[in-house]
């Protein structure tokens, strides 16, 4: 199963659009292959996740292992080898959060959409992260839904946020 | 136009936090009625980073009358700009209340929060715009460079350093002077030079605060940096979680580099630096100096071991110094106004200041800087206004999850590096999260053991191990399923971990776990042979009630539970059946009456150990 995730899209052509955005992707960094990072950075922002048929593309511009390329994006929690939702929730379980009920906010996300962190809904409208810290300690607990930043969070503020997001899709 | 009125500029706060309060929607409200009631030839508004006070945000200031406006709401602008800029009345409302007196305080240096600081480095957040070059310089910003590159020679820079017994602010606490002196004696070129900006410890947020609100001061640091240790390349490294960081600290790098303060011969002298920021993308071992470097290499951030240090062996084998953003921030400070005036502040072991993120079970949360040397006390009761609802205080984290809880007979203790590194724990670089009676100590440890295995890169055994294994005694502990030998053997691992890890990440790990079972055994020994949480926190040992006499029968509970575990009739009390509780905790939090209440299981359980 877990390889399946990696291999879903291994097989499918890079199209054309796909081939010119990866380009100048690549040629903004100079086909460097120390700038890997800030490359795989640019195709998760372009496409919203990495998808394994352009990670190939990119091992042959630069001349490197997919096995490498991979190896890299796995390391680091901020790559996404699966499509995102519309919304993706990302919620802080910082140690200011943690203290403040942040596990009690998280499973009510959870059992609202009926997915576990790291998880999207089937109809690719939400997904769930959680993050170590955000960096909004004062403001604790903090959710953030698309760049937005949600604090001082309770079960009802959160559970008002969810109606209003389903409401508009 | 008839009609003139004081000259004021209103400073708002656009941090981080404020941001996420609505502080976008004050400002564009506030921009709308000046232009509308054309105000603007009087009145203008500033953007500024974060003054620390997060806790009160959104918040603007009004100069020169020198007045804050807290919690502000975008309908709460109307109020201030008729009354205070056009009738010169202040809006007694919107003013910040000491908790203590209820009395309305006017201007900030009054505030207790901002009365016992002494900032520093973060002089400039919430007074300056960021994204504005001038407004630093205006401060002072980019003269300790000019004086610097006016005649004084890099080692003269180093001693001057040295002096001032500046030391690392990321955590470990080496001397600043010393460790440039490494890498400037180091053979070999060229010599790079990294801002460590890559804050991972949950719980702490001043970097994110100093990249935001002041980004020019670190760049100024990293130029005096640059030129005392020979240093031609710099990188900064800020992690993916902190955009608005990323965003400013751009806007600065360009505005530097336009203004002449990065290139080729800097100040038409012969100095020459040139620098470029990387985005971390996500792992808290890039922290460690060399997985960091490795990372801004492109490569999986492992950890080596050291020897070499960074300082003869780093990027790309050359001589690497890396420093974190607020020892670098210092260093513009210290060149202004003397290693004398530096090192007389804060104690013999730390001189100079601390800035420190205050969060958790506190009053007053947000960002302070202290003088070295300040206690516990004072940092939590002055600063801090105590802790909220008249619960008891238990415990401070320092350090994150690498540094230790201490507890409440310890509340007299001077923070600097000996002090805390006596009581087990460290000073990190300056996350603090007060806990109070409803801290549960072991899921705490748990807490953080469970991020650090998560983090662990696996690269050595004891941390990939050792980490894994005392999570699943401290979850079984947690869940009232472990006996006392667990607990021996808990100890055993973690001071293995700890005295075998490779990096700073799995040797301060256990941390944590050691200092909880130092001062909190009660906890674990109430897990473990009372079957009972005392904080009421742990899932496994806790149930939920109804109170009979308060319920009301209004069907919050019944309709929210996800469990379908309440039943009851409309206007009557309501009942929970504990079999099929998952002890979510949403009816708890959501009863307007507060008829829930949350208990260690009532009958008594067998004892064995």
């Given at each position: 199963?877990?390889?399946?995730?990696?291999?879903?899209d291994?097989?499918q052509?890079?199209?054309?659009n796909?081939?010119?955005?990866t380009?100048?992707?690549?040629?903004s960094?100079?086909?460097?292959?120390?700038?890997?990072?800030?490359?795989?950075?640019e195709?998760q922002?372009?496409?919203?996740?990495?998808?394994?048929?352009?990670?190939?593309?990119?091992?042959?511009?630069?001349?490197?292992?997919?096995?490498?390329?991979?190896?890299?994006?796995t390391?680091?929690?901020?790559?996404?080898?699966?499509?995102?939702?519309?919304?993706?929730i990302?919620?802080?379980?910082?140690?200011?959060c943690?203290?403040?009920?942040?596990?009690?906010?998280?499973?009510?996300?959870?059992?609202?959409?009926?997915?576990k962190?790291?998880?999207?809904?089937?109809d690719?409208?939400?997904?769930?992260?959680?993050?170590?810290?955000?960096?909004?300690?004062?403001?604790?607990?903090?959710?953030?839904?698309?760049?937005?930043?949600?604090?001082?969070?309770t079960?009802k503020?959160?559970?008002?946020?969810?109606?209003?997001l389903?409401?508009?899709? | 136009?008839?009609?003139?009125?004081?000259?004021?500029?209103?400073?708002?706060?656009?941090?981080?936090?404020?941001?996420?309060?609505?502080?976008?929607e004050?400002?564009?409200?506030?921009t709308?009625?000046?232009?509308?009631?054309?105000?603007?030839?009087?009145?203008?508004?500033?953007l500024?980073g974060?003054?620390?006070?997060?806790?009160v945000?959104?918040?603007?200031?009004?100069?020169?009358?020198?007045?804050?406006?807290?919690?502000l709401?975008?309908?709460?602008?109307?109020?201030?700009?008729?009354?205070?800029?056009?009738?010169?009345?202040?809006?007694?409302?919107?003013?910040?209340?000491?908790?203590?007196?209820?009395k309305?305080i006017?201007?900030?240096?009054?505030?207790?929060?901002f009365?016992?600081?002494?900032?520093?480095?973060?002089?400039?957040?919430?007074?300056?715009?960021?994204?504005?070059?001038?407004?630093y310089?205006?401060e002072?910003?980019?003269?300790?460079?000019?004086?610097?590159?006016?005649?004084?020679?890099?080692i003269?820079?180093?001693?001057?350093?040295?002096?001032?017994?500046?030391?690392?602010?990321?955590?470990?606490?080496?001397?600043?002077?010393?460790?440039?002196?490494?890498?400037?004696?180091?053979?070999?070129?060229?010599?790079?030079?990294?801002?460590n900006?890559?804050?991972?410890?949950?719980?702490?947020?001043?970097?994110?605060?100093?990249?935001?609100?002041?980004?020019?001061?670190?760049i100024?640091?990293m130029?005096i940096?640059a030129?005392a240790?020979?240093?031609e390349?710099?990188?900064?490294?800020?992690?993916?979680?902190?955009p608005?960081?990323?965003?400013?600290?751009?806007i600065?790098?360009?505005?530097?580099r336009?203004?002449?303060?990065?290139?080729?011969?800097i100040?038409?002298?012969?100095?020459?630096?040139?620098?470029?920021?990387?985005?971390?993308?996500?792992?808290?071992?890039?922290?460690?100096?060399?997985?960091?470097?490795?990372?801004?290499?492109?490569k999986?951030?492992m950890?080596?071991?050291?020897?070499?240090?960074?300082?003869?062996?780093?990027?790309?084998?050359?001589?690497?110094?890396i420093?974190?953003?607020k020892?670098?921030?210092?260093?513009?400070k210290?060149?202004?106004?003397?290693?004398?005036?530096?090192?007389?502040?804060?104690?013999?072991?730390?001189s100079?200041?601390i800035?420190?993120?205050?969060?958790?079970?506190?009053?007053?949360?947000?960002?302070?800087e202290?003088?070295?040397?300040t206690?516990?006390?004072?940092?939590?009761y002055?600063?801090?206004?105590?802790?909220?609802?008249?619960?008891?205080?238990?415990?401070?984290?320092?350090?994150?999850?690498?540094?230790?809880?201490?507890?409440?007979?310890?509340?007299?203790?001077?923070?600097?590096?000996s002090h805390?590194?006596?009581?087990?724990?460290?000073?990190?670089?300056g996350g603090?999260?007060?806990?109070?009676?409803?801290?549960?100590?072991?899921?705490?440890?748990?807490?953080?053991?469970?991020?650090?295995?998560?983090?662990?890169?696996?690269?050595?055994?004891?941390?990939?191990i050792?980490?894994?294994?005392?999570?699943?005694?401290?979850?079984?502990i947690?869940?009232g399923?472990?006996?006392?030998?667990?607990?021996?053997?808990?100890?055993?691992?973690?001071?293995?971990?700890?005295?075998?890890?490779?990096?700073g990440l799995?040797?301060?790990?256990?941390?944590?776990?050691l200092?909880?079972?130092?001062?909190?055994?009660?906890?674990?020994?109430?897990?473990?042979?009372?079957?009972?949480?005392p904080?009421?926190?742990?899932?496994?040992?806790?149930?939920?009630?109804?109170?009979?006499?308060?319920?009301?029968?209004?069907?919050?509970?019944?309709?929210?539970?996800?469990?379908?575990?309440?039943?009851?009739?409309?206007?009557?009390?309501?009942?929970?059946d504990?079999?099929?509780?998952?002890?979510?905790?949403?009816?708890?939090?959501m009863?307007?009456?507060?008829?829930?209440?949350?208990?260690?299981?009532?009958?008594e359980?067998?004892?064995?150990?």
């Open positions: 199963m877990e390889a399946d995730k990696y291999n879903q291994v097989f052509d890079v199209s054309s796909e081939k010119n955005e380009d100048s992707i690549l040629k960094y100079n086909h460097e292959k120390e700038n890997i990072i800030s490359i795989l950075q195709i922002e372009r496409f919203g996740y990495l998808p394994s048929n352009i990670i190939i593309y990119i091992s042959k511009q630069l001349k490197v292992s997919s096995a490498e390329i991979f190896s890299i994006a390391f680091y929690s901020q790559f996404s080898f699966q499509k995102r939702g519309k919304y993706l990302i919620c802080c379980d910082g140690t200011a943690h203290v403040k009920g942040a596990p009690l906010i998280l499973n009510f996300i959870e059992n609202q959409l009926g997915i962190s790291g998880e999207t809904t089937d690719l409208l939400f997904s769930i992260e959680s993050v170590a810290c955000l960096g909004c300690c004062a403001i604790s607990p903090v959710c953030v839904i698309n760049g937005q930043i949600y604090g001082d969070l079960i503020k959160i559970s008002n946020i969810l109606q209003k389903m409401k508009r899709t | 136009m008839s009609n003139s009125y004081k000259n004021r500029t209103i400073r708002i706060c656009r941090g981080t936090g404020c941001n996420s309060l609505n502080a976008g004050i400002h564009e409200t506030l709308k009625l000046i232009n509308e009631d054309n105000l603007s030839q009087f009145i203008s508004i500033k500024t974060c003054h620390g006070f997060c806790q945000g959104p918040t603007i200031m009004i100069e020169p009358d020198n007045v804050l406006y807290v919690n709401k975008a309908k709460n602008v109307k109020d201030i700009v008729e009354q205070h800029l056009k009738r010169d009345e202040i809006v007694k409302e919107l003013l910040y209340k000491d908790p203590k007196t209820g309305s006017k201007n900030m240096e009054e505030i207790q929060f009365h016992e600081q002494y900032p520093i480095i973060t002089k400039n957040c919430g007074k300056i715009n960021p994204e504005n070059i001038d407004e310089i205006k002072g910003g980019y003269n300790s460079i000019k004086k610097v590159l006016n005649g004084i020679e890099p003269e820079v180093i001693e001057e350093i040295k002096k001032s017994k500046l030391r690392g602010r990321g955590g470990a606490g080496f001397s600043t002077g010393e460790k440039w002196d490494f890498c400037r004696k180091a053979q070999g070129s060229p010599k790079y030079l990294i801002c900006g890559d804050e991972g410890d949950p719980g702490a947020f001043m970097d994110r605060t100093i990249l935001e609100s002041d980004p020019h001061s670190v100024e640091g130029l940096a030129y240790m020979g240093a390349y710099g990188y900064i490294y800020i992690r993916a979680e902190y608005l960081a990323i965003e400013r600290f751009s600065a790098l360009n505005q530097a336009e203004a002449g303060y990065l290139g080729k011969k100040l038409n002298t012969d100095f020459n630096f040139e620098m470029e920021l990387k985005k971390g993308a996500g792992a808290f071992v890039c922290g460690e100096e060399t997985a960091l470097m490795e990372a801004i290499m492109g999986r951030g950890p080596r071991p050291r020897p070499p240090y960074p300082a003869t062996s780093g990027l790309w084998n050359k001589p690497t110094n420093n974190n953003v020892t670098l921030a210092t260093v513009p210290i060149i202004e106004k003397g290693a004398e005036w530096y090192s007389s502040i804060g104690t013999e072991d730390a100079g200041t800035v420190i993120a205050l969060t958790g079970k506190i009053n007053n949360s947000g960002l302070v202290i003088p070295m040397g206690t516990i006390k004072q940092l939590i002055d600063v801090g206004g105590g802790i909220p609802n008249g619960k008891m205080f238990k415990g401070i984290q320092t350090g994150g999850p690498s540094g230790g809880c201490i507890p409440e007979k310890y509340l007299d203790t001077p923070l600097d590096y805390l590194t006596n009581l087990g724990s460290i000073m990190g670089s603090f999260i007060v806990l109070d009676e409803d801290t549960c100590m072991v899921e705490l440890a748990r807490y953080f053991i469970s991020f650090t295995q998560n983090e662990s890169c696996g690269k050595c055994a004891p941390c990939r050792g980490t894994k294994r005392m999570l699943d005694i401290l979850t079984k947690t869940e399923e472990a006996n006392l030998k667990d607990l021996t053997k808990l100890e055993k691992i973690a001071n293995i971990v700890k005295k075998t890890s490779l990096c799995g040797q301060t790990a256990p941390n944590p776990v200092t909880t079972l130092k001062y909190f055994m009660d906890e674990y020994k109430a897990h473990i042979l009372k079957k009972s949480c904080a009421l926190l742990c899932k496994n040992l806790i149930q939920y009630n109804i109170n009979e006499d308060i319920c009301t029968g209004c069907g919050v509970c019944l309709n929210n539970c996800p469990a379908g575990a309440i039943s009851g009739e409309e206007k009557k009390p309501h009942n929970i504990l079999q099929s509780c998952i002890k979510c905790g949403i009816c708890y939090s009863c307007p009456y507060s008829a829930i209440i949350k208990e260690n299981p009532k009958e359980l067998v004892i064995h150990e």
